[in-house]
């Protein structure tokens, strides 16, 4: 009987993996995790003047903060709150997208 739970266990883990990649895969999914940055980085990653633009920028710059921002590296107002809100896999499918972006 406990080996049936391990089992059930290791397939429910398995499951949720695989749904998380598909769900980061999904670029409506992004493109709405991406529109919450809109307030301050502007639709689409173009911001208004006195805010950092995110259009166009090299996806392992913006991955690189952003894990910073997560582990308290760099300093910030709201953006280490932000981003402890996002899974890795998320911050990378967000970055991709900002990258894609024209400046």
Request: proline share 3%; aromatic share 8%.
């Amino acid at each position: 009987m406990k080996n049936w739970s391990y089992l059930i266990a290791g397939l429910f883990c398995a499951l949720a993996s695989a749904q998380a990649q598909n769900i980061s895969s999904d670029p409506l999914q992004v493109r709405s995790w991406a529109a919450s940055c809109s307030n301050c980085h502007g639709t689409n990653g173009r911001a208004e003047p006195g805010n950092e633009s995110l259009a166009g920028v090299n996806k392992d710059e913006i991955v690189k903060k952003m894990l910073d921002f997560k582990a308290g590296r760099k300093p910030a107002t709201i953006m280490h709150q932000l981003s402890k809100g996002y899974t890795d896999e998320q911050i990378i499918a967000i970055a991709g997208y900002f990258a894609a972006q024209k400046k």
